[in-house]
């Protein structure tokens, strides 16, 4: 409309028509905010999700490192045929094509009534529904004399990054004929065949570059993940370099002394070591523990309870607990479960958004392990929601069987599939 062209009606004209547009643009829902702690396995999974589910969702993804290093396929690292390099993954594709907001900080204090978090740098940040996935902290003095400065000596390497480099070096340093002890905590943890994987690629590497040294593996548990698929092939491949020590046994360590790289058992064997790695027991992150997301008391204290249907956190409304920090009933503490849990978290979140019920629940865990590079092994699982929990669906799921025809072939296939899990879940969480 020209300016010459108003006349007063005209232009009253176009006040009232523009009014109603002006009074719906008011009356448009603001965006609705989506807060995720972590960006490892769980947070950035549910991240990228709920971008997927609903673009209009406005995510910020609070994570203080710039770049994540996956602790799956970190033990190949240990055996020297991958390096961090491979197991690093940056963010660049959630917040350039995926539109996810990521702020380097940490996360210091949820407030689940102001609906609020608190970063450490200060900042405040308020959510419609946060997602918390900080996966574990280490429980410092759980074994006595294994505290923070004792890992620099004795290192855990349960975290990916630098603990991982000094495991590494550490082997790489020690007397051909040196002994490994390992100290393995008992349920539950963070990947349960993990440790077993680990056992294999130390001895993969001694096998190759120091084959007189010897492993002591001292478990407070007596039995593990794929146990009977992981003794076969020490047996086979590795004989008479592992001796796995269980709890009967007198397996459980009961106190180290770093300074003289030693471990002591429940009923005083004191094993000296050339390299230890001492996996402590395990807790959710600090922060769900400080939001009081926690259970205190129990077996499963310190870690989170959830509703099995929505993984909303049974002590906070509108606060999702995911991946290694949430009790997840049958589901194990693995990457593959937590970005299982986080896409389905980000459904439903985005479903209660639009008003809709959540679909129901149906979560995967797959596990490949690695006996030697051309050596692998699995376990698949199917989990269903119950009031009860979640539960392993009977019957949908299996472990590699112990005797495969053409057995060779067989192992080798499943660590091709192996390296193709490792590939294609990375990409979906990370990569373009
Ligand atoms: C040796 C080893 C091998 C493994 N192999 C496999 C495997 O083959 N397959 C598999 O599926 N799983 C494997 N896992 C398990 C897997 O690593 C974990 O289950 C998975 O990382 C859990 O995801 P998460 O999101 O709970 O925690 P993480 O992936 O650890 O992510 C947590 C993130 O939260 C951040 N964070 C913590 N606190 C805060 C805070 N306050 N504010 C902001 N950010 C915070 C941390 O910096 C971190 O990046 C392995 C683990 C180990 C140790």
Not at 68 to 89: E, R, W
Request: glycine letters at 10%; aromatic letters at 8%.
């Amino acid at each position: 409309m020209s300016r010459k062209g108003l006349t007063r009606r005209g232009l009253a004209g176009a006040i009232l028509a523009a009014a109603p547009v002006a009074s719906m643009v008011s009356a448009q829902p603001a965006r609705r905010r989506v807060v995720v702690i972590g960006g490892g396995f769980g947070g950035a999974a549910a991240a990228r999700h709920l971008r997927l589910a609903d673009p209009s969702i406005d995510v910020t993804m609070i994570e203080p490192k710039a770049e994540f290093q996956t602790c799956p396929f970190s033990n190949y690292v240990l055996a020297g045929f991958k390096t961090m390099a491979d197991i690093t993954h940056g963010y660049g594709t959630l917040t350039a094509r995926h539109g996810v907001t990521h702020v380097r900080d940490m996360a210091a204090a949820i407030d689940p009534a102001a609906k609020t978090v608190r970063l450490a740098g200060g900042q405040t940040l308020g959510y419609d529904k946060l997602v918390v996935s900080p996966g574990i902290d280490l429980r410092w003095g759980a074994i006595p004399g294994y505290d923070e400065a004792a890992s620099a000596v004795m290192p855990h390497a349960w975290q990916a990054g630098p603990q991982t480099i000094l495991l590494r070096s550490q082997l790489e340093a020690m007397p051909d004929d040196g002994v490994v002890v390992l100290s393995i905590p008992g349920n539950p943890f963070r990947c349960p065949p993990g440790p077993y994987e680990r056992i294999s690629m130390i001895a993969h590497y001694l096998k190759a570059k120091k084959p007189r040294a010897k492993i002591i593996a001292l478990d407070a548990k007596d039995a593990f993940s794929k146990q009977g698929l992981f003794q076969d092939a020490w047996k086979e491949l590795y004989p008479n370099m592992i001796e796995w020590v269980p709890l009967g046994q007198d397996g459980r360590v009961v106190q180290v002394i770093p300074g003289e790289m030693t471990l002591v058992t429940e009923f005083g064997q004191r094993h000296r070591a050339h390299v230890a790695n001492v996996i402590p027991p395990q807790m959710a992150g600090k922060i769900a523990r400080d939001a009081g997301l926690a259970a205190t008391e129990g077996s499963l204290a310190g870690w989170c309870p959830v509703d099995p249907f929505t993984f909303e956190s049974t002590r906070a409304k509108d606060i999702h607990v995911i991946g290694d920090a949430a009790i997840a009933g049958a589901m194990p503490k693995s990457g593959f479960a937590a970005s299982s849990q986080a896409k389905f978290v980000a459904r439903a979140i985005a479903a209660s958004f639009a008003g809709h019920p959540a679909e129901a629940p149906v979560y995967a865990n797959t596990c490949y392990s690695l006996a030697a590079p051309d050596y692998g092994i699995s376990v698949a699982d199917i989990f269903r929601a119950t009031p009860g929990g979640i539960v392993a669906v009977q019957g949908a799921g299996g472990v590699s069987p112990r005797t495969p025809a053409n057995a060779p072939q067989f192992r080798d296939q499943e660590a091709h599939y192996a390296e193709g899990w490792y590939a294609s879940a990375t990409r979906e969480i990370w990569g373009s």
